[in-house]
């Protein structure tokens, strides 16, 4: 049973039997574990935590741990732009049974890991699997580590090369405000699998090159969410995800 976990820079941490207590937010392609609820108090939480932060345009994998008792108090990840091919996603190795827990830092001192490279896709986006980088898809991964409801640390060597996250469309929401207890609608589960299309390789490079089937793809799915009707909020958030790619080519 895996008890310690290696990061980026040497830095480590041992596994606990607490994970966060906290809800996932999943806004626009960044995954929020953490419990602040608006930019002001996020300031807040990092200047009172240490551990792996973004600064400016260096954007890391964020974890903070509080420095009192050095557990681990929140954490944030950001969905890369690179979608693996249905051929390497194929190859992503079962994901070995959750375990829920917690970190505690071994040492009070930030450091800083790096954020995932590659996103592996489960049929109709039940899954989304963040790596490292495809080399980890050579090799069993031997841990999960759930650190909060769906969201679970990927272990390989003893060493943390991605997360994933289960059921990613009940988590979407906007602004801080915690998801929808309901479920999503099929419809919801629909676009967000076309919106993960359109922002992540190889279709979004498709969207900027000005291909005329994708870009109508893009007007197709900002028209379908601003006409649905159920779950509104979720809508919402899918088109804030889609937003820029909209604002830059939605008219050509």
């Known amino acids: 049973m895996t008890t310690k976990l290696k990061f980026d820079g040497g830095w480590s941490a041992t596994v606990t039997d607490e ?94 890991h790096e954020m995932c490279t590659v996103l592996c896709r489960a049929p109709g986006d039940a899954l989304l699997t963040c790596l490292r980088d495809l080399d980890v898809l050579d090799e069993p991964l031997e841990a999960g580590i759930g650190i909060a409801p769906d969201v679970a640390l990927l272990v390989q060597h003893g060493t943390v090369v991605g997360w994933s996250l289960t059921d990613p469309a009940r988590y979407l929401t906007t602004s801080f405000a915690t998801p929808d207890p309901a479920p999503p609608v099929p419809a919801t589960r629909r676009l967000l699998t076309e919106c993960l299309d359109l922002v992540t390789t190889p279709v979004v490079d498709d969207l900027v090159d000005g291909e005329p089937a994708v870009l109508a793809r893009l007007q197709a799915a900002d028209r379908a969410l601003r006409e649905q009707r159920e779950d509104r909020h979720r809508a919402d958030a899918l088109l804030e995800l889609i937003a820029t790619y909209v604002e830059d080519y939605g008219n050509r």
Do not use: H, M
Request: proline share 10%; glycine share 6%.
């Open 19 to 112: 994970p966060l207590d906290l809800v996932p937010r999943l806004l626009g392609t960044s995954l929020i574990v953490s419990p602040y609820a608006d930019r002001v108090e996020r300031e807040k939480f990092l200047a009172e935590t240490f551990g792996s932060q973004d600064l400016l345009w260096d954007l890391p994998d964020v974890f903070r741990f509080a420095p009192s008792d050095r557990q681990l108090v929140g954490a944030e990840f950001r969905i890369p732009e690179e979608s693996a091919s249905a051929e390497d996603s194929a190859r992503l190795p079962v994901q070995p049974e959750v375990r829920p827990g917690g970190l505690r830092a071994d040492e009070v001192k930030d450091f800083r």
